[in-house]
């Protein structure tokens, strides 16, 4: 099992920009996340799926978009890139909701938009 | 709304020593709390996941405990080392959002050999 994976590790960004990053769990879980991380503070959810062609806002969703076609697969797309996106970007996933299941993580994506 | 703190934001200890980790958090209504540790430029693992229902949980020389009633939980590490060096994060569901995770901001914890 590889987990979760993140691509791309790194990436800068000019202003108005567009990205997708892309996060791959093979863990067959139900449930997958997209958070996000400043510097010296916690993680933030920005996005949430609770199954293939479900998705939900989290607390910070305004500038990105999600789409879930598969169980496996759950990019991320930033539309118009601000500086205030640069920060690093935390996949999860689990099987059951985070009520009752812990999540796992993905490395991380770090994006600076200049 | 819910807000989790954690402090002090950085730790530094000398190996061998046991330490307490501090989370406090503002509304006792929740599902689970949970510790995570982060590595640098590693994502986040979990540790320990404490249900609103238990007091505590153990694995190896890492005890959680939980105190709804004061908002409080404690991460206890026995016998520190080296390797334990790394950001440690409490990380929760309230009631009223049961699909979110809410975290703090972290201790950053050193252990000097």
């Known amino acids: 099992n590889a987990g979760v994976t993140q691509t791309p590790k790194f990436r800068i960004l000019k202003i108005g920009q567009s990205m997708t990053l892309q996060c791959t769990q093979d863990?067959?879980?139900?449930?997958m996340y997209w958070y996000r991380q400043d510097p010296g503070m916690g993680l933030k959810l920005i996005y949430y799926?609770?199954?293939?062609?479900?998705?939900d806002k989290g607390e910070v969703p305004n500038g990105y978009n999600v789409s879930r076609s598969t169980t496996e697969d759950f990019p991320l797309r930033l539309e118009l890139a601000a500086p205030s996106q640069t920060s690093v970007y935390f996949c999860?996933?689990?099987?059951?909701?985070?009520?009752?299941?812990?999540?796992?993580f993905g490395p991380g994506t770090r994006l600076t938009v200049l | 709304k819910q807000e989790v703190t954690q402090i002090p934001a950085a730790l530094s200890v000398p190996e061998g020593e046991n330490l307490v980790l501090n989370c406090s958090f503002t509304?006792?209504?929740?599902?689970?709390l949970q510790w995570f540790r982060q590595d640098p430029g590693k994502g986040l693992t979990s540790l320990l996941l404490?249900?609103?229902?238990?007091r505590e949980q153990t694995s190896g020389r890492l005890n959680a405990s939980l105190d709804k009633s004061s908002g409080r939980s404690t991460l206890y590490i026995a016998a520190s080392q080296p390797g334990d060096s790394a950001t440690y994060l409490c990380?929760?569901?309230?009631?009223?959002?049961?699909?979110?995770?809410?975290f703090g901001s972290g201790t950053q914890l050193t252990v000097l050999p």
């Open positions: 404490i249900q609103s229902s238990q």
């Open positions: 999860a996933s689990s099987y059951f909701g985070p009520s009752t299941d812990t999540q796992y």
């Open positions: 509304d006792s209504a929740i599902y689970n």
């Open positions: 990380a929760l569901i309230s009631s009223g959002s049961a699909r979110q995770l809410t």
């Open positions: 863990m067959n879980h139900n449930y």
């Open positions: 799926s609770v199954g293939a062609g479900i998705t």
